[in-house]
């Protein structure tokens, strides 16, 4: 089998791919879910992650955090709207520059694989079995997979009751919150489904990417 190398492209521009990494100076780090675009403005592009990555009285400026240790000093954007009542998803302001050159690739991050370091998302169909493969990409347990437990779910805690959840048991960890939840549509291209919004215990919940894009006003990029 011929085996995919990670695409070449200009390397003095900082690519952010669906599924790295997105942290704060005060160490909040969530994943990149999907890019998407304004409706009311299209020229403005968000990077959509989970709303619980907001938090109040901090700077809520997420800067770009590959794959791996090393933080970098590249700032992504600060979130621009969020929600953890109903629905958990945040936007962050994609910015462009600063001053480095960044851009958004609407591809997800699946390094560790030897055959294709990026997924070309395909397609939105969404799941609607239960049983159905369904896996995600996440800065800290990188690219991982599980099966479709139930639909819609409801989470619960301190400050949050979200609904209309997918259940899955796709292994997870923290950090890896607002990455991209997707099915393999062959081994190099996947239908994006939605972003992770929690769990706990073998459990992992997914926002549905059609929630996402009504509540928010957004389409995908």
Known sequence: MKRQTSIKRQNYVTEVLCGDGLIT???????????????NDP?????????????????????????GPNRTTTLIGR????SIKNYDYGLVY??????????????????DSNICKE?????TTQVSNHGVH????????????????????????EVAFATDLIITDTPAEVGDSGGPAYFYENLCSVSLNGIITAG???????????IILRDANIELL
């Open 79 to 82: 979130i621009a709207k969020y």
């Open 94 to 111: 994609f910015r462009g520059i600063t001053p480095k050159p960044i851009k958004a690739i609407p591809m997800v991050r699946n390094t």
């Open 200 to 210: 706990s215990k073998g459990i992992l919940t997914i926002l549905p990417l059609e």
């Open 119 to 123: 997924l070309f998302i395909h397609d």
């Open 25 to 39: 100076k005060e160490r909040i780090l969530c994943s990149a879910g999907f890019f998407a675009k304004d409706l």
């Open 134 to 157: 369904l896996c995600k990409s996440g800065h800290e347990s990188h690219a991982t997979c599980g099966y479709v437990k139930g639909f819609n779910g409801i989470f619960k805690n």
């Open 43 to 67: 020229s403005t592009t968000y990077v959509v992650t989970a709303g619980h990555c907001y938090h109040e009285n901090l700077t809520n400026y997420f800067f770009y955090f590959p794959w």
